[in-house]
């Protein structure tokens, strides 16, 4: 997750929408370079973004899970069968083997714009 | 050991305690060197007797022991219908009413008892009957069909049982004894007198101290002749006179018989011939013959045992008793008349709450020798273990039995004390079973692995206590926390939201949680303000609390594409509403099929495209028919009296009536009823929440019902009510399932939960015993005055339409995920390759 908010020109990166179309523990998918990305928002401002392919039910629908917190942290259950996966890293909670890829995200001018996906670390 | 080695052991009847020491030779391995024969004189298997009663509300499958007719060992041969006429000790072969004649190497009788009756005039007219087998009881209800009043002479345990029946049959009930007083063998004169008070209340006659002199009629019944009184009126008679022992076979057969009837046994029920055994009510061990099931089901052990060559011996067994007799609790247990010597009586009574308790207590003060209680027994189950294990008693015994608000205490139990008396389950027992040993996580686990608390059920609350405390004592209390954000249950949340007035979940989690909530407790939240407030669910902040479906009004599908669902109230459909439905099916290229519920399900709506489709619906009248909600899916209805021949209400109507009474109301749980117009029940009412049958005198109330992985038959709540009646009923049952029931707990384990089960349903909500009658009803008028189509609201508001889009920088573009092929001539989704994972849960209901 990156989170920032100076004006510099964002290369790389696809206008998605204006942060307040996004509701507070709420998520939106968004189309960047023809794949389907869901973006959420937490509770503490925070942005993130990750593909909207929830890999457990093999459908498009991340973007419309409930958005909670286990423990510290952050993450979002598949509307399909409640697999939970870590806002940060994409890491599925409940399946140590299952991951799903993360896109950096940057909030600018109230504007939310999205980059690549992020390179495994 | 070879086959031609194998022993035969014919058991001689096949009531509770012949099924207990078949269970138990096939349990402790007896059935390795032994073939057993069962033979049942009635046409069914062995069923729970003690509660006979219950058969007109759950009928006679619920009440069975062997629902399948079969044992599971292959060694166990059941014959049923069938009698057993006699044995040759000589010969060692029993003769049955088929004419086979079986050698046995060991023969068992438990043959059970007769009821007596008294050989007054007219005791054999037509409409007298007796009280023990399921065929009686179906034979009084045919009886009780055309009849108005009836009688029960006897006023003993059973035969309150019996007036109970009649009661619920709908009869005037006369309850006539001959003692002084109401359960003689059980209760003194004062506790016997509070319970004619609780009865008489109820609506039924007493009639004590009065002898019958006649039964009166031609051939039919007409009424009871009693000495020194008016004669009393009667078209169904019940004889409860009180038991004698089956113990012909054993006198043809030359057999010890006890002066007072019974087969002589020893203590190790071995009678005077050593291949034969007795038990259970036939047999008389020492003489003394046992009227209860509990001291049967001991002698079925000590027979398993001696046959194995153990040292089990029956050495006497406790006759306490604890019931429910028509609503009220009686309970006797120990020495419950003061026999003992110097025995001092201890007695509570309240004449306004019609409670009478008395501790029975030796000379010194320091044990507790027996008691009485009646109208309330809740300490029962505390005070009958004193008494066996002989703990020694407070210094305030009175406390034992003054109500809790007056100083009452609760006493911990040693580990010896038995808990169940049916079973002879000792605390140890159960500490066992959820301790390192055993395996159990819960009182009901408990109950199905030692047997504690599965025949009559009184000792259930102790055993809960028992498993609390000791999960508390490890430190692992039974958690009962929604989730980690609280530490409350949906009940206890629900309070809190309706005491602090809440109407935000960040209000809420701020005061009484952690976190910032997940996929459990939000949801639960919003249905808890779905409840109370009768807002939109998709209004401003509550909106992201919504699961999955009710998140976008529709059903998810595998692909991600949605169902969508409109209200058909009864499953009536005007011809032009179909066509409606057909077209816009056609116009979105949907599949549609129709539901189990009486309406129709059109699937593959992609969620951006929902919208449009509502608008076409509600433009033609249609509303949501909130199948994606825990809310009140459908009534379903057979077609009644306006066309069908049989019906006898208008079944249709009632079913619309409700469907919009209660569209739309959150719960904690998915929500169907139905509403049968006649007997033949062909809307299949009694397989929902809430079941509505018609009678020739108005509606049966049947509740707790569902399909599903653990199918439930819904059990009568209240009789030939008129609409309005059953209406209220409803109101406060369905108000106060939303209040107190578990997040996704249907009415079926809801009710198992409460203590007293369907009883304390009924309680609250025909009796309304906490008088929380008016709030119920009043919360309800407050659903149906605040209800609003959510689809409607929905396309009329842009902030709430917002969101049905499918990218929100590419409104239009269809997920590129979704594709459909064709089946059967519809289009169905894309086959995605292979199983798909369902995740650490199921996202069905919560298992009973």
Known sequence: MSTSTDATVLTGYTLVCRVDQIEVEGGVAALVDGVAVAIFRTHDGNVYAMSNYDPCSRASVLARGIVGTRGEIPYVASPMHKQAFDLRTGQCLDDAAVRVPTYDVRVTDGMVHVGGPRQET | ?848
């Open chain 2, 1 to 848: 050991m070879s086959p031609r080695h194998r022993k035969t052991l014919v058991v001689a009847g096949h009531g509770m305690v012949g099924h207990r020491l078949v269970q138990a030779a096939i349990e402790r391995g007896l059935t390795e060197t032994h073939d057993i024969v069962v033979v049942g004189e009635e046409s069914r298997p062995a069923y729970d007797r003690v509660a006979l009663t219950s058969f007109f509300e759950v009928g006679a499958d619920e009440l069975s022991f062997l629902p399948s007719g079969e044992y599971d060992d292959p060694r166990v041969r059941l014959v049923l219908g069938t009698t057993v006429d006699g044995f040759d000790p000589e010969t060692r072969t029993v003769l049955l009413s088929d004419g086979q004649v079986i050698a046995y190497d060991e023969l068992v009788l438990a043959t059970g008892a007769a009821p007596f009756v008294p050989p007054v005039p007219g005791h054999d007219l037509d409409g007298c009957f007796v009280y023990r087998t399921i065929d009686d009881l179906e034979a009084i209800r045919d009886a009780a069909a055309t009849a108005t009043v009836g009688a029960v002479i006897g006023g003993g345990l059973l035969g309150l049982e019996a007036a109970n029946a009649l009661a619920q049959l709908g009869l005037e009930t006369h309850v006539v004894e001959m003692a002084p007083r109401l359960m003689a063998v059980q209760v003194d004169d004062a506790g016997g007198a509070m319970l004619v008070r609780h009865i008489e209340k109820l609506g039924l006659h007493v009639h004590t101290g009065a002898r019958t002199e006649q039964v009166l009629g031609e051939e039919r019944v007409e009424g009871l002749a009693l000495a020194g009184e008016e004669p009393v009126p009667a078209e169904v008679v019940v004889f409860s006179a009180g038991i004698r022992p089956r113990d012909q076979l054993a006198r043809d057969a030359g057999l010890d018989v006890a002066e007072r009837g019974g087969v002589l046994v020893d203590e190790r029920c071995r009678t005077s011939d050593e291949h034969v055994w007795a038990i259970g009510e036939c047999a008389a061990p020492d003489g003394r013959m046992y009227g209860l099931v509990a001291p049967g089901y001991a002698m079925a052990e000590v027979v398993v045992d001696a046959l194995l060559g153990g040292p089990g011996a029956f050495t006497g067994a406790d006759m306490s008793t604890k019931l429910k007799l028509l609503g009220v609790d009686v309970a006797s247990f120990g020495d419950a008349f003061a026999a003992t010597d110097g025995a001092l009586e201890l007695v509570y009574a309240d004449a306004v709450q019609g409670v009478y308790k008395k501790l029975v207590i030796s000379a010194d003060g320091r044990q507790l020798l027996g008691g009485i209680l009646v109208g309330d027994a809740s300490a029962y189950g505390v005070l009958r273990p004193m008494v066996a294990s002989g703990i020694a008693l407070p210094d305030n015994p009175e406390e034992l039995i003054l109500p809790v608000g007056r100083g009452g205490a609760e006493i911990g139990l040693p580990d010896e004390a038995q808990v169940c008396s049916c079973n002879d389950v000792t605390k140890a027992q159960i500490l066992e079973a959820v301790g390192e040993g055993g395996a159990c996580d819960s009182p009901s686990c408990v109950t199905k692995c030692t047997k504690a608390g599965s025949t009559c059920g009184s000792c259930k609350p102790v055993v809960k206590r028992v498993v609390e405390e000791f999960f508390a004592a490890q430190g692992k209390v039974v958690d009962k926390s929604l989730c980690e954000h609280f530490a409350m249950t949906r009940q206890e949340l629900f309070d809190v939201v309706a005491v602090h007035g809440y109407t935000r979940f960040d209000d809420i989690i701020e005061a009484h949680g952690r976190g910032r909530g997940c996929d459990i407790c939000k949801p639960t939240v919003a249905s808890i303000l779905a409840s109370q407030l009768n807002g939109h669910v998709l209004e401003g902040p509550t909106r992201t609390l919504q699961d999955t479906n009710d998140a976008y009004l529709a059903n998810i599908q595998r692909n991600g594409t949605y169902s969508v669902v409109p209200r058909i109230p009864g499953g009536e459909i005007t011809p032009e509403k179909l066509i409606v439905i057909g077209q816009v099916a056609q116009d979105f290229g949907l599949y549609t099929k129709i539901t189990g519920g009486q309406r129709i399900d059109l699937l593959g709506a992609r969620m951006e495209q929902l919208p449009a489709i509502w608008r076409r619906l509600v433009d033609a009248g249609f509303e949501s028919g909130h199948a994606y909600g825990k809310s009140l899916r459908t009534v379903k209805s057979c077609v009644g009296s306006t066309w069908c021949r049989y019906g006898v209400q208008d079944s249709v109507q009632l079913a619309i009536d409700l469907e919009l009474r209660y569209r739309g109301l959150r719960s904690p749980h998915k929500l169907k009823g139905g509403v049968s117009g006649c007997a033949r029940e062909c809307a299949e009412a009694r397989g929902k929440d809430f079941g509505v049958i018609a009678t020739e005198k108005g509606w049966n109330l049947y509740v707790g019902g569902n399909g599903g992985a653990t199918p439930a038959h819904a059990r009568l709540l209240a009789g030939d009510l008129d609409t309005e009646t059953l209406v209220r009923y409803l109101d406060r049952f369905l108000m106060y399932y939303v209040r107190t029931a578990d997040r996704l707990q249907r009415t079926a384990p809801w009710i198992d939960s409460l203590d007293g089960g369907l009883e304390r349903v009924r309680e609250i909500v025909v009796d309304d015993a906490l008088g929380l009658g008016s709030e119920l009803e009043a919360a309800m008028a407050r659903h149906v005055d605040g209800y609003f189509d959510e689809w409607k609201e929905t396309l009329d508001d842009p902030d709430k339409l917002a969101r049905f889009v499918s990218f929100v920088n590419a409104p239009d573009t269809p997920d590129p995920h979704i594709s459909f092929r064709s089946e059967r001539e519809q289009a169905v989704p894309e086959d995605s390759s292979g199983p798909v994972s369902l995740g650490t849960t199921i996202p069905v209901g919560a298992p009973r």
